[in-house]
């Protein structure tokens, strides 16, 4: 992600850290994102853990699953911070910042309009499409 702008993953389980961990694996880059879990907790404690995650910082969050309890606490959050914007069904190619090899950006996953965040699905960079 770019600076200013952050990533949080949040998964059902572990799906969040590995994730995480792959991107870092694979980009090298050790701070663009933040795993949050669902395991164990509340809707409630879901929000806390998501709050805790985006930190008052504009910030895309990354779910799993759509219509799952994490992207209903995301929606949730989403309703009263305005500068986070969510993308269900996440995988790995909408989680890398750029085309690593080639040193390209990504297509952003969120774009500002006059209601909000528009929330849709990140597309890959077309040199991800060549690999």
């Known amino acids: 992600m ?3 702008l952050r990533g949080v993953v949040v998964s059902h389980a572990e799906l969040a850290a590995a994730l995480v961990d792959a991107v870092r694996e694979i980009t090298g880059q050790e701070e663009a994102l933040v795993a949050v ?3 164990g907790c509340s ?3 879901l929000n806390d853990r998501l709050e805790e995650a985006v930190h008052a910082t504009p910030s895309v969050v990354f779910v799993d699953l759509p219509g799952g309890s994490c992207l209903q606490a ?3 959050y989403l309703r009263t911070h305005h500068d986070v914007a969510v993308v269900a069904g996440v995988n790995i190619v909408e989680l890398d910042p750029g085309d690593v090899a080639a ?6 996953c969120a774009s500002s309009t006059a209601s909000g965040w528009l929330i849709h699905r990140c597309s890959p960079s077309p040199a991800a499409h060549a690999r």
């Open 103 to 108: 040193g390209e950006e990504s297509v952003p």
């Open 37 to 39: 879990s669902n395991e």
């Open 2 to 4: 770019s600076d200013g």
């Open 43 to 45: 809707r409630a404690l």
């Open 74 to 76: 995301a929606i949730l």
